[in-house]
């Protein structure tokens, strides 16, 4: 499955629905092939609105018809499962690290970037399509477009040395809060 035919599309549809499509994955579970939409509401930002199982039947309703015309054999071979981002939330684009400047994550990227793979930092400036985060004490930048993976680390933050040379620039980002984590919901349609 082409998740770059996809992702356009059902952006532009979740707005509509007044949801943001946070990060879309495949997974293949069971023999099943899945389709995984992480969403997020579009004014979370502001209105530090939460995803609820609700959120998630809506969403699933609203785009069923909608991808049965624009996808038609796609809900024939693939499940597909509306969820909240939860609290290790996927960054997966320049705005998503910007509103989370401050917090910890995790990156992976699908090539070495200086002899590196892995990072655990705290993440800071976000310009010229490469975000900076601060791992252990270093301030490292890394290419937007060479990301595999990222996500919040919040678990971490604890027991993770504050940045120091970040401090000074940062501001606190938005909370999570604690009730996040009853918040992770998932729903599902069956092929």
């Known amino acids: ?28 579970e069971g023999g099943d092939d899945i389709l995984r939409l992480f969403v997020d509401h579009l004014d979370a930002e502001t209105s530090g609105r ?40 996927p960054l997966a684009k320049a705005d998503h690290f910007r509103r989370f400047r401050g917090r910890l994550c995790r990156l992976q990227t699908r090539r070495p970037v200086n002899g590196q793979k892995r990072f655990k930092g705290w993440i800071g400036e976000v310009a010229d399509g490469s975000v900076t985060i601060e791992e252990d004490g270093v301030l490292k930048t890394v290419p937007l477009d060479e990301l595999q993976k990222a996500r919040l680390a919040p678990f971490d933050e604890d027991k993770t040395p504050r940045p120091k040379h970040l401090a000074a620039v940062l501001t606190p980002a938005p909370e999570l809060g604690p009730d996040d984590s009853d918040v992770e919901t998932s729903i599902g349609q069956e092929n």
């Not at 499509?21 to 293949?28: D, G, P």
């Not at 309703?61 to 996808?71: Q, S, Y």
């Open 1 to 28: 499955m082409d998740l770059t035919k996809l992702q356009a599309p059902l952006e532009r549809q979740l707005s509509l629905l007044g949801y943001e499509l946070v990060h879309l994955e495949t997974a293949r």
């Open 50 to 89: 939460r995803i609820t199982l609700d959120d998630c039947v809506a969403v699933n309703e609203g785009l069923l018809a909608w991808m049965d015309v624009e996808f038609p054999n796609l809900r024939e071979t693939t499940a597909i499962e509306v969820s909240s981002p939860g609290m290790e939330r």
